[in-house]
């Protein structure tokens, strides 16, 4: 079975610009969580959807905004980027949306931002 | 200071040896503590899952938690140079709601053939 998959898997913008991330989850899975890694440190939580509703939401600011579809492949958009929005963004998924579940983890998106 | 604390490294270790890992959290309303293995330029992989206090082993590899000491360690006996890696510690607590984790900062494991 295939894991999480998510793309693009490396992308380059410039501060000012727009980036959507995607994600598609386990066959199964109904929740999808994001976090943003930065270089040197643990992933921090951002969103999570559970069935296309918002579960959760770490402390970033609104430029970041999530959805999550019928399929329950999810997106990830940040608005006017900084250069700290640099990292990798890693796309988790899990059977339920509450704690009983494993986070099973896609490989990231390697976001640069200059 | 932050919910979860993790021993700075990096750690490099001989083949065969016994490594401990250890995270501290102030948050006492954690009680699901997990250890995640991150290869470079990888997603983290879950290696243990705990709920609440106690020890539990899976091969060579020994989560413990004391939710008194708010104190988890990972234990990897006879360590190989495939271990070489970042290891997360990570914890959430019960909201129902959802499955946020809180990650420790990482620290890399380097094991020497």
């Known amino acids: 079975d295939a894991g999480v998959t998510q793309s693009p898997t490396h992308l380059i913008k410039t501060r000012g610009q727009h980036v959507t991330l995607r994600c598609s989850p386990i066959?199964?899975?109904?929740?999808v969580s994001w976090y943003q890694q930065v270089l040197g440190q643990g992933p921090q939580f951002i969103f999570q959807y559970y069935e296309k509703e918002e579960r959760g939401r770490g402390n970033f600011p609104d430029r970041f905004s999530a959805r999550q579809f019928p399929n329950y492949s999810s997106e990830l958009n940040v608005n006017a980027l900084l250069l700290g929005d640099s990292a990798l963004y890693l796309c988790?998924?899990?059977?339920?949306?509450?704690?009983?579940?494993?986070?099973?983890f896609g490989e990231g998106s390697r976001l640069t931002v200059l | 200071q932050k919910e979860v604390e993790q021993d700075p490294g990096p750690l490099s270790v001989p083949e065969g040896a016994i490594v401990s890992l250890n995270c501290t959290y102030s948050n006492s309303a954690f009680q699901y503590f997990m250890w995640y293995r991150q290869y470079s330029r990888k997603g983290p992989e879950l290696l243990m899952y705990t709920y609440s206090s106690g020890n539990k082993e899976d091969g060579r590899f020994t989560a413990q938690v004391d939710k008194s000491s708010k104190y988890i360690s990972l234990f990897i006996r006879d360590s190989q140079p495939s271990d070489s890696a970042t290891y997360l510690c990570?914890?959430?607590?019960?909201?129902?709601?959802?499955?946020?984790?809180?990650f420790g900062k990482g620290i890399t494991l380097s094991v020497r053939p």
């Open positions: 066959s199964g899975h109904k929740s």
């Open positions: 990570a914890m959430s607590a019960y909201t129902g709601a959802n499955s946020k984790l809180t």
């Open positions: 988790a998924s899990s059977l339920t949306g509450g704690n009983t579940g494993e986070l099973f």
